[in-house]
């Protein structure tokens, strides 16, 4: 079945017999069970409730995992998530990272006891170098935030295999639509459902999805634990997202590509990082192990003064944080996502005065690009 289909019939709907074709909202905290061990299969809506169940059902489908969890934020997947590891364990990351991710692993992990190392996970020489017997895991985002970095997915599993690493990837930015990790050999694939999987702008989700069932069995005993579930209505609000998420994907993508050509036009752009550009450095592994380069852009404009009359300016295209919803959204890094990297680091990264991201919407192309226009000359 294609993953559009899987998008909207993604899992069987048997938790009730009224023929809703909407599943259910199961607003409840407990459920009565039948009689003295005899449970309906939901006991407490923190370790299963029938709302959750189903989307977890489609997620854990649409990556072709064989089971997935539904938090209530991103960042509290990934905290859930560091739970697997002990005092002294050794994570080597992306060095590109979400803002909120960075700040998590070194200002709570490491105070659990954690080691990071933070490198380009493209370079797959620098990846190995990086392994040493505490080493537990690679953690991969790709593209990476902001500066669009394209990790060899496939590639970095191999290394991970030979050492006995498991290798997480946070899949936010291209979704399972147009990108598996699962398939390309990755053990666990983290998202914020916050962005394209809600799709709106109006929810905060996270997901863990695995195919391993070790893996699966030790999360969902975290998961029970430390309670950061999904609610039921924000899961239905989810459910209904993903619904849409092929055509929005695909849509967004298209008026990307416009508007990254776009850009690549002006006098008062210097750069433009989009993965879907051919003479973007990384476009051949994007090629190769994704079906779509996704709708996310970073650019960097002549000065400081032209970054701030463009967010000053902007009139269809909203200054905010977050990205992935049907809105276009315009951030600086460096004064938000970014802004608890340390200076220094951000510069080295090319998070500067200048750089903007943006998030492509599903406004008209023509008149986000009129919008540009009239804001930036
Ligand atoms: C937003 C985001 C997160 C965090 O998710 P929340 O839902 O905001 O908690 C993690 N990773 C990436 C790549 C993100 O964009």
Redesign the pocket.
């Known amino acids: 079945m294609d993953i559009s289909t899987l998008c909207i019939h993604g899992a069987d709907n048997n938790t009730h017999n009224t023929g809703a074709v909407s599943v259910p909202i199961y607003q409840s905290a407990t459920f009565a069970h039948l009689d003295v061990g005899k449970s309906t299969g939901y006991d407490y809506s923190r370790l299963q409730n029938p709302t959750r169940e189903y989307l977890e059902k489609v997620m854990a489908n649409l990556e072709q995992g064989t089971d997935a969890l539904a938090f209530s ?3 509290a997947a ?1 905290t859930a998530l560091m739970e697997l590891f002990s005092i002294g364990d050794h994570i080597i990351a992306s060095g590109d990272l ?1 803002g ?2 960075v700040r998590l692993f070194e200002h709570i992990s490491r105070k659990n006891g954690l080691k990071f190392d933070y490198i380009n996970t493209s370079d797959l020489d620098a990846v190995r170098g990086l392994i040493h017997p505490d080493t537990k895991a690679i953690y991969i ?1 790709s593209p990476t ?1 902001p500066m669009m970095q394209v990790t060899d997915i496939t590639a970095v599993c191999e290394i991970a295999k030979t050492f006995g690493l498991l290798v997480i990837v ?1 899949n ?2 291209l979704t399972p639509y147009y990108q598996q990790p699962l398939v390309l050999g990755a053990d666990i694939v983290v998202h ?1 459902g ?2 394209y999987l809600s799709g709106h702008n109006d929810t ?3 997901f863990l999805v695995t195919k391993n069932e070790d893996l699966s069995e030790r999360l969902r005993f975290i998961y029970k634990t430390t309670g950061a579930c999904l609610s039921p209505f924000d899961s239905w609000l989810l459910i209904r997202g993903i619904k849409t998420l092929a055509v929005r994907m695909d849509r967004q993508q298209e008026n990307a590509v416009k508007l990254a050509n776009w850009l690549t036009t002006q006098k008062k752009v210097n750069k433009v990082f989009y993965i879907g550009l051919p003479d973007h450095p990384d476009y051949a592994v994007s090629t190769k192990q994704a079906s779509g380069f996704g709708s996310m852009i970073s650019f960097e404009v002549d000065s400081e003064t032209t970054a701030i009359q463009l967010l000053e300016r902007l009139q269809l295209v909203l200054f905010a944080e977050s ?1 992935g919803g049907v809105e276009t959204l315009i951030t600086y890094p460096m004064l938000q996502t970014h802004a608890d990297v340390p200076m220094e680091e951000r510069l080295e990264r090319g998070i500067n005065d200048c750089l903007l991201r943006l998030s492509v919407g599903l406004e008209n192309a023509d008149d986000l690009i009129a919008d540009f226009e009239q804001a930036l000359n």
């Open positions: 934020t991103g960042m990934i979400y909120g991710t985002e935030n946070d936010t930015f914020s916050t962005k905060l989700a996270g990205l």
